[in-house]
């Protein structure tokens, strides 16, 4: 599991990313599981997903950040990454941020994907 923290912040609202290889649904649910056990990713607002599975296809989770699943889900396919989930955390800060949450999960996830040390 790679996990980076705090990527960046805008008007109280933190982002992070995490990611890390799985093994069809039941593995997605297990790193979403090993993901939450850690406090402060447990109690965050948002731990919106995706993951492209060789053998199941195209699967998210928005976490009530809606739309989220299907920005990440779009980046992954264009990655061509399979059999890799990537969660993109916030912690709401009391202010709506619009269309802008849409461009921090883009780079969130483009920071995630260009990171030193990802496997996969």
């Known amino acids: 599991m790679l996990k980076l923290g705090e990527v960046l912040r805008d008007r109280g609202s933190r982002y992070a990313v995490s990611g890390g290889p799985v093994a069809g649904r039941a593995g997605i649910d297990a790193f979403l599981a090993e993901l939450k056990r850690e406090k402060k990713y447990a109690k965050a ?7 492209v599975l060789t053998d199941g296809g195209p699967q998210k989770g928005d976490d009530g950040e809606s739309g989220a699943g299907a920005v990440i889900l779009k980046m992954l396919e264009r990655a061509e990454l399979r059999d890799h989930v990537v969660v993109v955390t916030r912690w709401y800060g009391g202010v ?6 849409f461009a921090h999960v883009v780079t969130c996830v483009r920071a995630y994907l260009d990171a030193p040390g990802r496997s996969g």
């Open 45 to 51: 607002t948002h731990n919106t997903w995706a993951c």
């Open 96 to 101: 709506h941020l619009g269309g802008d949450r």
